[in-house]
Each structure stands twice: as structure tokens, then as C-alpha cells.
């Protein structure tokens, strides 16, 4: 299965002006809950589905207390995640205050595997169908696409994926 995406329209405030930018993203597919994750671990593994939710309830816990205390949390193969800061910015380091800080976040930085299961996935884009428009309908025009429409279109990405 392929990584769908995609392409949606953005204003951006450049030198010369808003200018109109086209960027790609993701379109998900669905969600796998803890308690399907934990079912799954369970059949394919020697340890119960109750063992198994007790030790990824604790380990939620754990993370956030770690994270609390401004510790990295390492997780192996799965990744790491850290605190993140957005912050206005001052003129200088004694002008700074806490007040300044915007909002504190979470970021995750995946392990190995998932980085390499993310650079060999294939890249779908989502087809994109719009509504024939009222003139061309009325003109009996007998195209079947609309001006603006796209056909799937499937490729592996190249080069750096940025993780």
C-alpha cells in the first residue's frame, strides 16, 4: 500500500507580495488504536493482551514524567521524543522572559526502521475530481473530465524524505 497525498493550494506573503504556493499532503488513512495495537502484540508475541496493555499504559506514564523533567526519552528502534519550544523572539538573552514561550511541544524523531520504512513506501497522489461546470454541462460538451481533474498516480519518492 502506498502513502496517499495530496496537493493543496496556500497563500504566502513573499517580497513581491501573497503569492500562491502548491504544496503536498498527507491524506491518512484510517487509525490503529492502542487497543488494536495491543491485540496485535498479543497474538503475534508470547505475552498476554492484558500484560501487554499494562506495560504500554505504564509506559505513557513513564514517557510524560521523563518528558515532565525535560529528559530525552529513547526508545529504540522506535525513536526518540523530546520537548520542543515556540518562543517570540527578544533582542536580547536578559530581555527574554518565560512569558515569551508560545507553546511548549512534542516532538518525536523516528528510530531507524521507521525511517527506512518511510523511504522505501511508495507515494500515491489522490485524485482530484471537481464538478463538471453548469456551461459545459448545458453545452452537452461530452467530456468526461473537468477542467482541473487528475488521474492517480503512483511513484517512490527520491532522495531525502527529511527525517
Known amino acids: 500500500m502506498a502513502i496517499t497525498f495530496k496537493v493543496e493550494e496556500q497563500m504566502l506573503r513573499t517580497a513581491r507580495g501573497a503569492q500562491k504556493f502548491c504544496f503536498a499532503r498527507a491524506v491518512n488513512n484510517g487509525e490503529t488504536t ?27 506514564q513513564l514517557v510524560a514524567l521523563e518528558l515532565g523533567q525535560g529528559r530525552i526519552v529513547s526508545l529504540g528502534d522506535l525513536g526518540r521524543i523530546r520537548v520542543g519550544l515556540r518562543s517570540k523572539a527578544s533582542d536580547s538573552k ?51 473530465k473537468s477542467k482541473g481533474e487528475t488521474s492517480a498516480e503512483e511513484h517512490k519518492p527520491s532522495g531525502h524524505t527529511g527525517l
Open 34 to 60: 492502542i487497543e488494536q495495537l495491543q491485540k496485535l502484540i498479543a497474538k503475534i508475541s508470547a505475552v498476554s493482551e492484558g500484560d501487554v496493555r499494562s506495560v504500554l499504559m505504564t509506559l505513557t
Open 94 to 144: 536578559e530581555g527574554f522572559r518565560s512569558q515569551d514561550i508560545k507553546r511548549v511541544r512534542v516532538v518525536f524523531v523516528p528510530g531507524m526502521l521507521i525511517r527506512e520504512a518511510l523511504q522505501t513506501a511508495s507515494l500515491k497522489r489522490q485524485e482530484v475530481k471537481l464538478k463538471k461546470s453548469l456551461t459545459s454541462e448545458a453545452e452537452g460538451s461530452g467530456s468526461s
